[in-house]
């Protein structure tokens, strides 16, 4: 019931100012953000709580199947904001396992205008298609959303923003991350970016 989210809310915030009287005065002065989360839309990828942060420490851009286009105005004013003014210091791109963006792309499904959005997967599939001959429906899944991972990992640190931010030596670390829904944990892909 919608009405359940609006008195979880009032139950939520009664008991944080139980805890924390200062609470919502202090986080409402000003957003401390030290770490910009580009992940994916998927509902069981919820970016502050698999990392254990709370309101205030992170700044979240989701789309489906964590998408770094370089033409895409709302995650670059996203990235922008987060690397010029609040002065990031990391950009975390997770991925997930069983992404059912990257799924679609794979099995080459026709959905919509979607299909548009999805192309960036294929191309990273048809670039690397040397590497899926000979494994099962699964593991193919499995490389497609680790190989995109480190390819919006990429393209985040081409970006004209963080190739700035980098020449002018302000600390910034990109990162390319997987999550598995199926224990909770987030593997570091080491992206060499
Ligand atoms: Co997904």
Redesign the pocket.
């Known amino acids: 019931m919608i009405e359940d989210l609006l008195s979880n809310n009032l139950k939520w915030a009664n008991r944080i100012k139980q805890n924390d009287p200062d609470y919502f005065p202090n986080l409402s002065m000003q957003q401390n953000p030290d770490y910009l989360w580009i992940g994916?839309?998927?509902s069981r990828?919820p970016a502050n709580e698999i990392v254990g942060m709370q309101p205030g420490q992170v700044f979240v851009h989701r789309n489906?199947?964590?998408l770094v286009v370089h033409t895409d105005f709302n995650l670059l004013s996203v990235l922008q904001y987060a690397v010029d003014v609040l002065q990031v210091e990391h950009v975390i791109v997770c991925?997930?396992y069983?992404?059912?963006?990257?799924e679609a792309a794979l099995a080459n499904q026709q959905l919509g205008i979607i299909d548009n959005w999805l192309q960036n997967i294929k191309d990273i599939h048809q670039r690397h298609q040397e590497q899926f001959s000979g494994l099962s429906e699964k593991e193919q899944s499995n490389l497609l959303c680790e190989l995109n991972v480190i390819e919006q990992a990429k393209n985040v640190s081409q970006t004209t923003i963080v190739q700035q931010a980098l020449k002018r030596k302000q600390k910034l670390k990109i990162h390319g991350w997987i999550y598995s829904i199926a224990d909770g944990l987030i593997k570091d892909l080491k992206v060499p970016v």
Do not use: I, K, W
């Open positions: 994916c839309s998927d990828v489906v199947a964590n991925g997930h069983g992404c059912g963006g990257v």
